[in-house]
């Protein structure tokens, strides 16, 4: 495994509202085999950096390249190589979750053989299999989360980005996530991962960015973050805390 190959380029990212810049010029640059914490207050920049990476919305300036491809001249082969799980999934609640993965497969071209395996695969590792053939629709937050990160990786994609994967979680399914986030890994797959579960983040990621006001204001593994924040052994909690409050500090003096 080439652990030095770039899946995902970000390189001098904008994004401007009116007045308003939401995004900075950010350089960011994420590899091969990688579960990188993405963080930051609300407001910081998270949701438009991960709208950016998913090509929901463009930037107002700047390139993005997935796995070599540009997302902008070349959107088919740049998505494709991309499993996404919005904070908020996007389900159609009056399908089952097979059917819901019949649909998901056929956007991706995925073979049907492949589509019921993985999504048998999928609902039995999250507890789900018993509902397979009830409505979405009936389903908890946490569940429909769950369903969300199934047919996201149908398509077998190298690049996995999840915003917020732990909210509406039992402690139980969150160590399932937890392991399956790992397991990706572990098969070479990249995960891009936004939370605001900061002992989320400490517990799975090699490396965390972390992003205010349209800045990416530190970068680096744990131990690189607590020398930055002079923090030494300290939780990523106290370590968030203290970089993004001296930030802000530093902008009002």
Avoid at 47 to 71: A, H, Q, W
Avoid at 178 to 190: A, E, H, M, V, Y
Wanted: aromatic share 8%; with cysteine.
């Amino acid at each position: 495994m080439n652990q030095n190959e770039k899946v995902i380029e970000f390189s001098a990212i904008k994004k401007q509202y009116g007045n308003f810049h939401a995004v900075k010029g950010i350089d960011l640059t994420v590899h091969k085999g990688e579960l990188f914490g993405f963080l930051g207050p609300n407001g910081a920049g998270k949701t438009t950096m991960i709208r950016i990476l998913t090509g929901i919305i463009k930037p107002t300036s700047g390139n993005v390249l997935i796995k070599g491809y540009d997302l902008y001249k070349d959107p088919d082969n740049a998505k494709s190589r991309i499993g996404f799980v919005p904070d908020r999934p996007y389900l159609y609640e009056k399908l089952t979750p097979l059917e819901y993965f019949d649909f998901m497969g056929g956007l991706y071209n995925v073979n049907k053989n492949q589509v019921e395996s993985k999504g048998e695969e999928m609902l039995k590792l999250f507890d789900l299999w018993d509902r397979r053939n009830e409505l979405i629709e009936s389903f908890s937050h946490g569940m429909k989360q769950k369903v969300a990160m199934s047919a996201a990786i149908l398509h077998d994609p190298d690049i996995f980005v999840v915003d917020e994967p732990t909210v509406g979680l039992d402690p139980k399914s969150l160590k399932l996530a937890k392991d399956f986030f790992r397991n990706l890994i572990s098969q070479g797959k990249t995960v891009f991962l936004t939370t605001h579960t900061l002992s989320v983040a400490q517990d799975l990621c090699n490396r965390i960015g972390i992003i205010r006001n349209g800045e990416i204001v530190a970068l680096g593994s744990m131990s690189e973050l607590q020398k930055k924040a002079s923090l030494p052994g300290n939780d990523l909690e106290s370590v968030f805390l203290k970089i993004t409050e001296e930030e802000e500090q530093e902008k009002i003096i």
